[in-house]
């Protein structure tokens, strides 16, 4: 009887070296996080824009069941440096000397207008409840050329508050309009 | 005589790789190097009304203006005035129409306005938009915390 040769078979266990794998791991980590800049969130105002020149007459014929939306404007004149100057609340149809003058302040003007617009909203429920249909109240800025975008922004910020959610911005002078 | 087998201590670095390459994965997917979208030459202003993009929207161009009044592009020269703008909007419009089908553009355009454009270099923008018969015209803001 042959004896068998037990052959000593060594076991090798392959080892992997993991450090300089870790140490390009920080390194990728470090660049990332170096990289790294979190944006401010952003978000937007809707606006409203008058219609675009089409020329001859409009094709919008108004609704005689429909009663009329409350509108109306507020001029916000600008100083030289593009800062509010003076914020001018008036109805639509009343002359520009009748409006009510606010200040600089967009937060007193927010004041204001936010109890119009409650009051319209109320006037729109109970017309509702009626079956009638009333548009929202619409909010005209007749703006100063030189007012900055910070301003204007300012402003729709205010008017959105206030519950308007139709805001035109319009140029003070109408023949730039 | 005794001997003394000394046992190596090696701490278990796979775990520690493996925390490692999770928070590389969440910084690469985090990082955004190109910003096709939006500027960071614009600064904008902040306001505390300001929405969330709405999610449902059809196609949305931004429009990224500074202080100049000019509309910068990625790629291309800035638009100086508003005829160049209504033209750019026009041919947006037309694509837009083509592959909607539809006679007016449906898509959402928010100008992000630098917040020292004065309103004079602003308002012929935003007119051109409408011009182009764009109907939904939003301003972009930081939504601020008061």
């Known amino acids: ?177 | 005589m005794s001997q003394s087998n000394t046992e190596k201590c090696e701490p278990n670095l796979t775990p520690l790789l493996d925390l490692v390459l999770q928070l590389v994965m969440f910084f690469m997917l985090v990082t955004n190097f190109v910003m096709e979208q939006t500027s960071a030459e614009i600064t904008l202003p902040s306001a505390n009304a300001a929405k969330s993009l709405d999610k449902g929207a059809n196609e949305i161009i931004f429009l990224n203006i500074n202080a100049k009044g000019q509309v910068l592009l990625t790629g291309d020269e800035p638009l100086d005035n508003p005829v160049q703008v209504e033209g750019y909007l026009k041919r947006l419009a037309a694509i837009e129409m083509k592959k909607t089908g539809k006679d007016k553009p449906l898509g959402t355009l928010i100008l992000r306005i630098d917040e020292k454009t004065p309103f004079e270099k602003s308002y012929p923008i935003m007119r051109a938009c409408r011009q182009a018969n764009y109907t939904k015209v939003e301003l972009r803001a930081i939504r601020g915390e008061d």
């Open chain 1, 1 to 177: 009887m042959s004896r068998r040769k037990r052959m000593n078979v060594e076991y090798v266990e392959p080892e992997l070296p993991i450090t300089p794998m870790l140490d390009m791991s920080f390194q990728l980590l470090a660049f990332f996080i170096m990289t790294f800049r979190p944006a401010a969130t952003e978000g937007q105002i809707a606006m409203s824009l008058p219609p675009p020149d089409l020329g001859g007459p409009s094709t919008n014929i108004p609704s005689i069941t429909e009663d009329k939306p409350q509108k109306w404007i507020a001029k916000i004149t600008a100083t030289e440096a593009g800062k509010i100057a003076n914020i001018n609340l008036r109805e639509d149809g009343a002359a520009a000397t009748e409006g009510e003058d606010l200040g600089a302040d967009p937060k007193t003007f927010l004041k204001r207008v936010q109890g119009y617009a409650d009051a319209e909203k109320k006037r729109i429920e109970a017309a509702k409840a009626k079956g009638q249909i009333i548009p929202p109240p619409k909010l005209t800025l007749e703006i100063g050329e030189k007012l900055l975008q910070a301003h204007v922004i300012q402003m729709f910020d205010a008017s959105v508050q206030a519950g308007f959610s139709d805001i035109a911005p319009v140029p003070i002078d109408k023949a730039k309009r």
